[in-house]
């Protein structure tokens, strides 16, 4: 609503010496100029600029006469001020222009400036007058005077004697008789019988006195405390016809003041709260309203210690109350009772090293026009004898502060409550919440304005079909979109009075004292008048509205002294001749506008309702209006002034109707008027016969009457309702919204029959149903079920100021004011309301229209965490609880598992028996949750199980849950999973571990792989030590459990339990040939592998069927298998091992797997890329036909090895991109130079292109080398050979058989190899001819094993396992390093050795994007 901004000025005074301070500062009713007063000194002091212009000083001989000066009061036409002095007297002064000089201060422009000196009201606006006082008349009212208050054209002074003296202008009584108080009758209301009981003679007189004009009478507050209300019975103000009212409650008044637009009177009391009353129409007593107190909540330390209250002050526009105590302090209170702001807290009362501050103590204060400013006479009584007396600081010194506030646009121009929208004035600038919007609708270009005009013109958004803004653009961030107005406008125009903002949030209009501007936030340019004389011709005088293009307002001609109702093109330049402009019988006081219609409200207290269209003839575009209707509303409004807002909607009560005529439902309907915060509606007459006429035009069609009218709600501050329409969420588009200061908000919700059945005659077809929120509510966001609005921030800066300074300055003592964009969700407080209410039917069909939101969840388990917290900690028993209805609510949505335990895990643990006596025991809920394979809400759940169980049930459930996430390989939480078993075992349940409420993109897809050579088993970063095991360390491995990495006690009964859980899921693996997750799991849990299968050698680490486990490897690691030639020519590379054909057809057998496309790292630099140019470039790409797998199947083989490391690097992820970029360039470079040397000849080309075509992903590569590394440290030989065949590099199958012929290996186990290899050998001729070159090539060592196989001896069979590998150590480290020598692969690939690819692999595990999922992967051709 209002919103402090910056720090307060200072305005020096140079009145006097500090001997006389100014204590007391008074507005005139224009609020230019103020008067202050200091005992002996009357200064008048201009509004913009903020400067002295004149001071009358009291003569020391007439200043003793008459005593210090005490109270002032301007007459209505600021042409005289009264002064009430301490001796009784009244001095009246009469303020005229100085002769000569008109003006005190004038503005010096440069030269060629485009002001214009010559325009009419200029130098009024621009120039500070020059003033002067002079003393007219002495009036002696020969007792102290208490109060003075301005009516009307008399002065109305309370003497201490019990006396009201009214009292002319000119300083006479003009004969009437001062009216004693203890004449004047008083009762509890008006009603009573005429003879009321009377003050009584002892010492009562009025303390505080104020006029109220709408409710004709005074709000007093006597000298005992007492509160009351005087009224005059009829025109003539005499003792005989006065009459007062008691406010029965109060006895320790000390201030009042009066709103009188809303007709309330707040009273000051002792206790520090502020009692608001009203007057009760039917009987004329006085009715509590509300009270603005502290509460102890937020307030703890200093809610009953503010002292008395001193001063209440309404803001100028009525919507707004400032007040402030003895004590010291401000606080900013909505109409209703929202405080807004208080400076007894935060910043405003602490340093920002804790200590507190003295708060600022006010002796006097006034608004500025419009409630841009608080003008605050500030002052300190007495000093603390701590503070030195050289460090005072400047604000214990009085002087005059000037506050600086922003404020709502709502609070002047109300139409702007059926926007989404929130739109803050300040005194020189506005601030949106929409800025993103004008970006994202349209990017910022030079011609922005040419190209703007055709899209808006032809814009989907017309009034009726306009959708929500999106939460992107409305919530986006929480800075403001400040634009600032333009000076030229503001120079002869200030201050801004009315502002608003289209639909679209991408144009506004402001109203300054005459004309209006507005500017686009797509070319951001301000468009005022051409001709100035038309805009200082104009006077707005209710509000203004956007309609599509169009600016719809209401002003008064100055010129023609005629009201008007104006409509300007946004498009057209600003002149009169491009407007519409139509007549109008009285002063217009609101306006507001819905789909094509525009409703004005106007003195004569009638309501008109007009038809607005655009019309287009030839090249000008203007909008025609038309007079609808008119209601006379005189019989129901007491005061014209009182109507805060009038607002057409479609909100109705019959629903019935709108089922049946759904067309209908978005009609302006109903009248909403806002009289004094009691909200109205009347409805349009469907009573009489209904008449529909198809022919005409909706603006010959007779409207139909008005209903009498309906009060709907009290204390309304703002009425929210759109004119959108959406069938997915009727219930909050076909709402109305209210806002209701302390009370909270309220919403009128419609309540529809499900399935179109028959509604039900006894059920209400709308329900009020109020809620709280934390924020002042500005604008509401209908179907994102939010509320927007705006808080205020502090920062301190008294850091740069050090406390020996001599004064400390404002910025110290202040913290720096930012207002800051907030929102909050409301839905669970209405689904809450609902439930409570029986009304679960329309709480489910609410809900399931809102379950797409993203935040919908958060709504779930907000609404279950209240009613659990409110129940559960209840004192008194709850006679009926709300938990298990909502409970039973949250069930019907999918995420109720999640809720659940979301919320309990946010609750203390006292309340959770009560939580799952309503929701279901927590053992079923965790077993839900693996059903759903929803595991990470089951690990929640684990963690209330160990609080609620015994630590079996728990250990129990953890098992599963291990289990279940081990075979789903998510790695993250079988890590956590560990941990948690392990606490529970040694007893650490009472810090449980921390569950992931998401799964992380682990690295599942890879391992996790050595780097510098040397194998570190992927610790993870929580629970392994970070320690490498080299591989030479690998070699004897501890032959008990793999205890070491998890504790120092390794015979644990934990770890063993933990252990055999990791060995029988690793045994599963294998037994299923799943090498890929065997290494996965390995990498991930630091699973000591090689161990393992030393162990498991000849049980489960031994190969059942050799072809099997090819096939499978093939598919795992998207492997090709290989592809021969259809004809035979000898081949140009060494081993004769391919040959290439003419035609490049390339033969498949039918057995094959479809092989998808590759997924492919880029290469790694450390790489030597002189050897590798072609080893590094990534795998051709296949495109297989799936279709028919019978029969051979023929492809062409496209040969494009340059361009695959481009393309390499546009197809990764944008790390891969950012990690490899650096090098791109290199490559392209040294590929190039390398392609000009090379000269291949058509047949080596062909079979490059078969070596890539037979090739896996780079990664695949690496991990089944790793793999081969880990089988062979192991002595797994048979698993070494199937890896082997499928990399095609006989070095492997050399290697191992040296091994074979070197060391004492099982029997068994070279018996299993050549069977197998004989198993290979015949599928291969049968279904995969693609293998038969290399089994060709490795024949003469399969001769050898079958020789050694057959004169082995059996006791062989029986050697330790662990020797093997220390035997095979030094062979294989040198086979390894030389496996380029052996190798029957191309040069081409020498950089792709083992060691070479170890590093390679290291980091394709760390660039790896994705986890790898069988058949995701898309056929492309390269």
């Known amino acids: 609503m209002y919103f402090l901004s910056g720090w307060p000025k200072r305005l020096l005074c140079p009145v006097g010496s500090p001997a006389e301070p100014p204590f007391h500062i008074q507005t005139d009713s224009q609020r230019a100029f103020f008067a202050v007063l200091a005992p002996a000194h009357l200064s008048i002091w201009y509004s913009r600029p903020s400067v002295l212009i004149v001071t009358y000083k009291e003569l020391a001989k007439s200043s003793t006469q008459f005593g210090s000066y005490k109270q002032v009061e301007w007459r209505p036409d600021s042409t005289m001020i009264a002064v009430s002095t301490a001796n009784g007297y009244i001095l009246f002064f009469h303020i005229a222009s100085a002769r000569g000089d008109k003006y005190l201060y004038e503005p010096i422009y440069p030269k060629g400036s485009p002001q214009v000196k010559g325009t009419p009201h200029f130098k009024e606006e621009q120039y500070a007058p020059s003033l002067h006082l002079e003393m007219k008349k002495v009036l002696d009212l020969q007792a102290p005077i208490i109060s003075l208050q301005s009516m009307l054209e008399d002065l109305l002074v309370a003497t201490s004697d019990g006396l009201l003296h009214l009292i002319h202008w000119e300083g006479m009584t003009n004969g009437r008789k001062a009216i004693n108080l203890c004449t004047v009758p008083f009762s509890v209301d008006l009603q009573s019988s005429r003879a009321g009981s009377f003050l009584g003679f002892e010492d009562v007189h009025i303390k505080d006195m104020e006029y109220c004009a709408t409710l004709d009478g005074f709000a007093v507050v006597f000298n005992d405390g007492r509160v009351g209300f005087i009224t005059p019975m009829s025109s003539r103000f005499t003792a005989e016809q006065l009459r007062g009212v008691w406010a029965q409650d109060v006895m320790d008044g000390t201030c009042v003041a009066v709103n009188n637009k809303y007709r309330l009177m707040a009273f000051g009391c002792a206790s520090g709260s502020v009692q608001v009353y009203t007057i009760d129409n039917t009987t004329g007593a006085m009715q509590l309203s509300h009270k603005l107190e502290l509460t102890p909540k937020q307030y703890p330390d200093i809610w009953n210690k503010t002292g008395a209250v001193k001063l209440i002050k309404w803001s100028p526009d009525n919507s707004v109350v400032m007040v402030t105590w003895e004590h010291g302090g401000l606080s900013l209170w909505s109409v209703f009772g929202a405080q807004l702001i208080c400076t007894l807290g935060g910043d405003f009362a602490y340093r920002s090293d804790g200590t507190k501050k003295e708060p600022l103590k006010i002796s006097s204060m006034s608004w500025g026009a419009e409630g841009y400013h608080l003008w605050v006479i500030s002052g300190y009584g007495s000093q603390n004898a701590d503070v030195e007396s050289d460090m005072k600081s400047t604000a214990n010194e009085p002087g005059i502060l000037q506050f600086q506030f922003i404020k709502s646009a709502l609070t002047v121009n109300p139409c702007m409550s059926n926007q989404e929208q929130v739109l803050l004035q300040g005194e020189d600038r506005l601030y949106l919440n929409c800025g993103d919007a004008s970006q994202a609708q349209n990017p910022r270009n030079s011609s922005a304005h040419s190209e703007h005009k055709p899209i808006r013109e032809k814009s989907p958004f017309s009034d009726g079909s306009l959708d929500s803004q999106g939460l992107s653009t409305l919530l986006g961030h929480r800075h403001w979109h400040v634009v600032q107005i333009s000076s030229t406008y503001l120079e002869s125009n200030w201050p801004i009075r009315f502002s608003a903002i289209d639909k679209l949030g991408q144009n506004v209009a402001v109203v300054g004292k005459f004309g209006f501007a507005h500017y686009s936030l797509l070319t951001k340019k301000w468009k005022l008048f051409g001709n100035i004389t038309q805009e200082q011709n104009m006077i707005v005088t209710g509000g203004l509205a956007w309609w599509n293009d169009f600016i719809v307002l209401a002003c008064y001609n100055l010129n023609d002294r005629q009201e008007e109702l104006r409509v300007y093109l946004r498009t057209s330049n600003l002149d009169n001749a491009f407007a519409h402009v139509t007549k109008v019988q009285a002063e217009t006081l609101l306006l507001s506008v819905f789909r094509d219609m525009v409703i004005l409200f106007r003195a004569d207290c009638s309501i008109c309702l007009y038809s607005i269209e655009r019309k287009t003839d030839g090249v000008n575009t203007t909008a025609s209006i038309q007079v609808l209707q008119e209601v006379s509303m005189s019989r129901y409004i007491p005061h014209p002034f009182l109507v805060v807002s009038v607002t057409l909607t479609s909100v109705r009560t019959e629903t019935g109707i709108t089922l049946k005529m759904p067309h209908q439902a978005c009609d302006a309907e109903s009248i909403m008027l806002n009289l004094a915060g009691q909200l109205i509606m009347m409805q349009r007459d469907r009573s009489g016969p209904q008449i529909r006429e198809k022919d005409n035009s909706p603006n010959q069609r007779k409207l139909l009457p008005f209903c009498p009218p309906v009060v709907l709600a009290q204390s309304v501050e703002n009425v929210w309702t759109t004119c959108r329409a959406n069938k997915q969420k009727r219930h909050l588009l076909e709402a109305l919204w209210l806002s209701c200061g302390g009370a909270g908000m309220k919403v009128w919700l419609p309540l529809f029959p499900r399935d179109h059945r028959k509604p039900h005659s006894f059920l209400s077809r709308r329900i009020m149903l109020p809620f709280h929120i934390n924020i002042y509510p500005l604008a509401v966001l209908f179907e994102d079920a939010l509320v927007l609005g705006a808080v205020n921030d502090t920062l301190l800066y008294d850091c740069l100021y050090t406390r020996g300074n001599a004064k400390e300055q404002l910025e110290v003592l202040f913290p720096f004011c930012v207002v800051e964009r907030t929102s909050q969700i409301y839905l669970h407080h209405i689904l809450r309301q609902l439930l409570v209410r029986n009304l679960g039917e329309q709480a489910l069909l609410l809900a399931q229209s809102c379950a797409a939101l993203p935040y919908f969840p958060h709504v779930l388990e907000l609404m279950l965490h209240e009613v659990l917290e409110e129940e559960a900690t209840s004192r008194e028993p709850i006679p009926d609880p709300l938990l298990p209805t909502v409970a039973k609510f949250i069930t019907e949505f999918p995420l109720f598992l999640q809720t659940v335990v979301h919320c309990a895990r946010k609750t203390e643990y006292a309340l959770w028996n009560y939580l799952f006596a309503a929701v279901g025991n927590p053992k079923d809920l965790f077993e839900e949750c693996l059903m759903a394979q929803d595991l990470d809400t089951a690990a929640s759940y684990l963690i209330i199980l160990q609080n609620m169980e015994v630590p079996a049930v728990s250990r129990q459930h953890a098992t599963l849950l291990f289990n279940t996430a081990l075979e789903q390989g998510k790695w993250d939480l079988c890590r956590h999973m560990i941990r948690f078993l392990k606490a529970i075992g040694s007893g650490e349940s009472e810090t449980p571990p921390p569950t992931p409420t998401t799964q992380e993109p682990s690295s599942s897809g890879g391992f996790e792989f050595f780097r510098n050579r040397s194998i570190s088993l992927s610790q993870s970063a929580e629970t392994l030590p970070?320690?490498?095991?080299?591989?030479?360390?690998?070699?004897?491995?501890?032959?008990?459990?793999?205890?070491?990495?998890?504790?120092?006690?390794?015979?644990?009964?934990?770890?063993?339990?933990?252990?055999?859980?990791?060995?029988?899921?690793?045994?599963?693996?294998?037994?299923?040939?799943?090498?890929?997750?065997?290494?996965?799991?390995?990498?991930?849990?630091?699973?000591?592998?090689?161990?393992?299968?030393?162990?498991?050698?000849?049980?489960?680490?031994?190969?059942?069927?050799?072809?099997?486990?090819?096939?499978?490897?093939?598919?795992?690691?998207?492997?090709?298998?290989?592809?021969?030639?259809?004809?035979?020519?000898?081949?140009?590379?060494?081993?004769?091992?391919?040959?290439?054909?003419?035609?490049?057809?390339?033969?498949?057998?039918?057995?094959?797997?479809?092989?998808?496309n590759l997924e492919t790292d880029p290469g790694v630099p450390s790489a030597p890329r002189s050897q590798s140019w072609l080893g590094s470039i990534s795998s051709t790409h296949q495109e297989i036909d799936t279709a028919s797998s019978h029969g051979p199947q023929t492809q062409d083989a496209f040969l494009s090895p340059l361009l695959n490391k481009g393309?390499?690097?546009?197809?990764?992820?944008?790390?891969?991109?950012?990690?490899?970029?650096?090098?791109?360039?290199?490559?392209?470079?040294?590929?190039?130079?390398?392609?000009?040397?090379?000269?291949?000849?058509?047949?080596?080309?062909?079979?490059?292109?078969?070596?890539?075509?037979?090739?896996?992903?780079?990664?695949?590569?690496?991990?089944?080398?790793?793999?081969?590394?880990?089988?062979?440290?192991?002595?797994?030989?048979?698993?070494?050979?199937?890896i082997g065949l499928i990399l095609r590099e006989s070095s492997i199958i050399n290697q191992v058989f040296g091994l074979t012929q070197s060391s004492e290996i099982d029997g068994e186990m070279l018996q299993n190899i050549k069977t197998g290899l004989h198993a290979i050998d015949r599928w291969a001729s049968t279904d995969c001819p693609g293998y038969k070159p290399f089994l060709?090539?490795?024949?003469?060592?399969?001769?050898?094993?079958?020789?050694?196989?057959?004169?082995?001896?059996?006791?062989?069979?029986?050697?330790?396992?662990?020797?093997?590998?220390?035997?095979?150590?030094?062979?294989?480290?040198?086979?390894?390093?030389?496996?380029?020598?052996?190798?029957?692969?191309?040069?081409?690939?020498?950089?792709?050795?083992?060691?070479?690819?170890?590093?390679?692999?290291?980091?394709?595990?760390?660039?790896?994007?994705?986890?790898?999922?069988?058949?995701?992967?898309?056929?492309?051709?390269?």
């Not at 991930?1084 to 498991?1096: A, S």
């Not at 031994?1102 to 090709?1120: C, G, N, Q, T």
């Not at 891969?1216 to 650096?1222: F, G, M, R, V």
């Not at 690939?1389 to 995701?1416: F, I, K, R, V």
Request: net charge negative.
């Open 1026 to 1156: 970070a320690s490498k095991l080299n591989l030479q360390k690998t070699l004897s491995m501890p032959s008990g459990p793999s205890g070491k990495r998890w504790s120092k006690d390794s015979d644990s009964a934990e770890n063993m339990y933990i252990d055999m859980m990791l060995w029988r899921h690793a045994r599963r693996l294998l037994e299923e040939v799943r090498l890929k997750d065997l290494g996965c799991f390995a990498a991930q849990l630091g699973f000591e592998l090689i161990g393992w299968l030393c162990k498991e050698r000849t049980r489960a680490a031994r190969v059942e069927d050799f072809v099997i486990a090819l096939k499978r490897l093939h598919k795992d690691f998207l492997w090709p298998f290989p592809v021969i030639p259809i004809s035979s020519i000898s081949s140009p590379f060494k081993n004769g091992k391919y040959r290439t054909g003419g035609g490049e057809q390339l033969l498949k057998s039918q057995s094959a797997d479809p092989f998808l």
């Open 1207 to 1282: 393309d390499e690097c546009s197809i990764g992820s944008a790390t891969d991109l950012t990690e490899t970029s650096s090098m791109v360039d290199g490559d392209w470079m040294m590929v190039d130079e390398n392609f000009s040397t090379l000269s291949l000849t058509q047949s080596e080309l062909e079979h490059i292109s078969m070596e890539l075509a037979s090739k896996g992903p780079h990664k695949s590569q690496v991990q089944l080398r790793y793999l081969l590394h880990i089988f062979m440290e192991a002595g797994c030989l048979d698993w070494c050979i199937v």
């Open 1336 to 1422: 060709n090539v490795i024949k003469p060592q399969l001769q050898r094993l079958s020789d050694i196989t057959e004169e082995q001896i059996q006791p062989e069979a029986f050697q330790p396992a662990n020797k093997v590998p220390e035997q095979a150590a030094s062979p294989r480290a040198e086979e390894s390093r030389s496996s380029t020598c052996h190798s029957n692969s191309p040069p081409g690939e020498a950089g792709n050795s083992s060691a070479a690819s170890w590093t390679e692999g290291s980091m394709a595990g760390s660039q790896e994007e994705e986890p790898l999922q069988d058949g995701t992967y898309d056929c492309t051709i390269s």
